[in-house]
């Protein structure tokens, strides 16, 4: 079982990014999904999540209204876009699949992926 995240790069301030995490090995249509991100220097901290069918997404502050969480499940894929993007959203990004059918920062999250590096400048 593996989650792979992939969409990272360089981007300058105000720019945008897409984000995708795809699972091999089983499915997690069943599962809520969540992105994750990790700054130099920080500890791990949540970003966004979303619910097996999409209908319900959770966001933190430092990501509500610029950056947008969905899934399509008939690819096993969730997705992070990010507009707007900040130097302080510079960070390594992780997708995780919860337990559970839903999912939020106090979720048990039993599959991690390997993380995308996002870097923005100035």
Same mark, same amino acid.
């Given at each position: 079982?593996?989650? $792979? #995240?992939?969409?990272? @790069? +360089? *981007? !300058?301030? @105000? @720019?945008?990014?897409?984000? =995708? %995490?795809?699972? =091999?090995?089983?499915?997690? =249509?069943?599962?809520?999904?969540?992105?994750?991100? !990790? #700054?130099? @220097?920080?500890?791990?901290?949540?970003?966004?999540?979303?619910?097996?069918?999409?209908?319900?997404?959770?966001?933190?502050?430092?990501?509500?209204?610029?950056?947008?969480?969905?899934?399509?499940?008939?690819?096993?894929?969730?997705? +992070? !876009?990010?507009?707007?993007?900040? +130097?302080?959203?510079?960070?390594?990004?992780? %997708?995780? #699949?919860?337990?559970?059918?839903?999912?939020?920062?106090?979720? *048990?999250?039993?599959?991690?992926? $390997?993380?995308? +590096?996002?870097? *923005?400048?100035?």
């Amino acid at each position: 079982v593996q989650l $792979q #995240a992939s969409g990272g @790069g +360089l *981007v !300058q301030a @105000g @720019g945008s990014l897409r984000l =995708s %995490c795809t699972a =091999s090995g089983r499915t997690f =249509s069943n599962n809520g999904m969540a992105w994750f991100r !990790q #700054a130099p @220097g920080k500890e791990r901290e949540f970003g966004a999540a979303i619910s097996w069918s999409g209908a319900n997404t959770y966001y933190a502050d430092s990501m509500k209204g610029r950056f947008t969480i969905s899934r399509d499940n008939a690819k096993n894929t969730v997705y +992070l !876009q990010m507009n707007c993007l900040k +130097l302080e959203d510079t960070a390594v990004y992780y %997708c995780a #699949a919860s337990i559970k059918a839903v999912a939020g920062p106090g979720s *048990v999250y039993a599959y991690w992926g $390997q993380g995308t +590096l996002v870097t *923005v400048s100035s």
